[in-house]
């Protein structure tokens, strides 16, 4: 299982951002998938998960109603859009999948995507 994250960078606060992950179809039909993130000096926490057979989704309280995760089978992406941004997500976002079910660790792991926001 391969996993591809991008499109973090350097955003102000109230911005907007999405993250982008590619994999393969199969990943998306067989794994629930998720976005986890570590800031500095923190534990690595998931942020969001979609599951794989029904679609749907979850979210950490400290990001619902401003982040937005989706999928393409047809592009083999899975999303994360990231609104009203604060400083406080600022952190290494990655893109897994199998999420455990306390949601401390994954099956599979992309590389991180840096997300900076500034104050």
């Known amino acids: 299982v391969q996993l591809q994250a991008s499109g973090g960078g350097l955003v102000q606060a109230g911005d907007s951002l999405k993250l982008s992950c590619t994999t393969s179809?199969?990943?998306?039909?067989?794994?629930?998938m998720g976005w986890f993130r570590q800031a500095p000096g923190k534990e690595r926490e998931i942020v969001a998960t979609?599951?794989?057979?029904?679609?749907?989704?979850s979210y950490t309280d400290s990001v619902k109603g401003r982040f937005t995760i989706s999928r393409d089978r047809a592009k083999r992406a899975v999303y994360l859009q990231m609104n009203s941004l604060k400083p406080e997500d600022t952190a290494v976002y990655y893109c897994?999948?199998?999420?455990?079910?306390?949601?401390?660790?994954?099956?599979?792991w992309g590389q991180g995507t840096l997300v900076t926001v500034s104050s």
């Open positions: 897994a999948a199998g999420p455990s079910g306390d949601g401390r660790d994954a099956q599979y």
């Open positions: 179809t199969y990943t998306l039909v067989w794994f629930t």
């Open positions: 979609i599951d794989r057979s029904t679609g749907d989704t």
